[in-house]
């Protein structure tokens, strides 16, 4: 059976503009479609009808080859210009002209608005070590985006809605068709909301959101350090169109202390110690988190050992056990000695005479070394 010229089934001229088509298209896909139609199979087949000629005559490509060779020049089985196969695309074409009249039916893709979640914001916390062993509550303030308490975020003026966008029908995203391609952008009346706002709220401009600065309570867990990040949900920008809300990530970071170094849940500090104490060993006052304490130091006592006071460091956040507090002893060389002192310490050297090495082991196997070194490249 021959096939009916495409003009004469949307019931237009052959002149007729691209609206005019598309509005001829409209009424009678609204009058013929299956979903009215009840499934009667001779009104679907004129659907099917109406739908072809609105897909080839909303063309311009495959329009002209119709206008030089009618059904041939769309026809795929001969070759024709128009069709890439398969003929109509149902979702494409009434998705695009009904999607706000009926729900759907094939589109591709939803027919809601598109309610994007508030972004996620982060704030950096800057703590003492002290705060970050111990933990703390903190207040901090935090620009930004919150649900329009005029408007409950809608963006409308009180009494009135968001109006379903007649470009996209709701979809957020409008199809371009070049040619053969088919490319899906942006809806540019929306934004790609599906929505548009005719009387917006006068509070936030149509927005739904505003700026402010809130005041939140953190509470700061003990052991927390530099890197850490502590999440609260739901304190973020708020969503669009009713979207839930981003979070908050509090980012902690430890300034440096005058006295100790933090590495894991261990401590460091370093110990100025008197030769005399060094020497002959007593005991040192050391500071920690929770006071002074004392260490016993052995006598013969070097520059550069480690003590442990074990239970002194910091307790971890996540498994709850404690460190170390590592104390390094720095021995110091006296100065600004008075002239008895200095010939106190010249007559300590002289008294050790040519058994020095007994008493300086490092120092002569020190050197002991620089000699073997010299005996060598002399050899």
């Known amino acids: 059976m021959s096939k009916r010229d495409y003009y004469e089934v949307l019931g237009v001229a052959k002149s007729a503009g691209e609206r005019e088509i598309k509005k001829a298209y409209k009424k009678l896909a609204m009058k013929y479609h299956p979903d009215r139609t009840q499934g009667d199979k001779a009104l679907e087949d004129k659907f099917k009808e109406i739908q072809e000629a609105y897909e080839v005559l909303n063309d311009s490509q495959k329009r002209a080859a119709y206008d030089q060779y009618g059904h041939a020049g769309v026809d795929p089985n001969r070759g024709g210009a128009g069709f890439g196969g398969g003929g109509a695309d149902f979702g494409d074409i009434f998705g695009d002209v009904f999607g706000d009249i009926f729900g759907g039916g094939g589109g591709r893709g939803g027919r809601q608005s598109r309610a994007r979640q508030g972004s996620d914001l982060r704030y950096n916390l800057e703590l003492s070590l002290e705060e970050a062993v111990r933990g703390k509550s903190v207040d901090i303030r935090v620009p930004t985006l919150v649900e329009c308490e005029v408007c409950d975020g809608s963006g409308a003026k009180k009494g009135s809605s968001p109006k379903t966008c007649p470009t996209c029908h709701g979809n957020g995203q409008v199809q371009m068709r070049q040619g053969f391609f088919a490319v899906q952008q942006t809806c540019p009346t929306c934004s790609g909301k599906g929505k548009i706002i005719e009387d917006p709220c006068n509070s936030c401009h149509g927005q739904g959101r505003k700026e402010k600065t809130k005041t939140l309570n ?21 969503g669009e169109n009713g979207a839930p809300a981003g979070d908050l990530y509090v980012q902690v970071h430890v300034r440096d202390h005058d006295i100790f170094q933090r590495d894991g849940n261990n401590l460091y500090c370093e110990v100025p110690l008197s030769f005399t104490t060094a020497a ?18 052995s006598a013969e006592t070097q520059t550069g050992r480690m003590f442990r006071l074990r239970g002194k460091g910091v307790k971890s956040v996540r498994s709850g056990s404690i460190g170390d507090l590592m104390c390094k002893v720095v021995v110091e060389t006296p100065v600004n000695l008075s002239s008895r002192q200095k010939e106190l310490l010249q007559e300590l ?17 020190f050197f002991d070394g620089v000699k073997k070194f010299f005996d060598d490249l002399t050899n």
């Open 218 to 238: 953190v509470k700061i867990p003990a052991g927390v350090d530099t890197g850490d990040r502590i999440r609260l949900s739901g304190e973020g920008e708020a």
């Open 280 to 297: 002959l060993g007593g005991e040192l006052e050391v500071p920690t988190l929770d006071g002074k304490v004392k260490l016993k130091i």
């Open 349 to 365: 050297e002289e008294s050790m005479g040519k058994a020095s090495s007994k008493h300086s082991p490092k120092a002569q196997g």
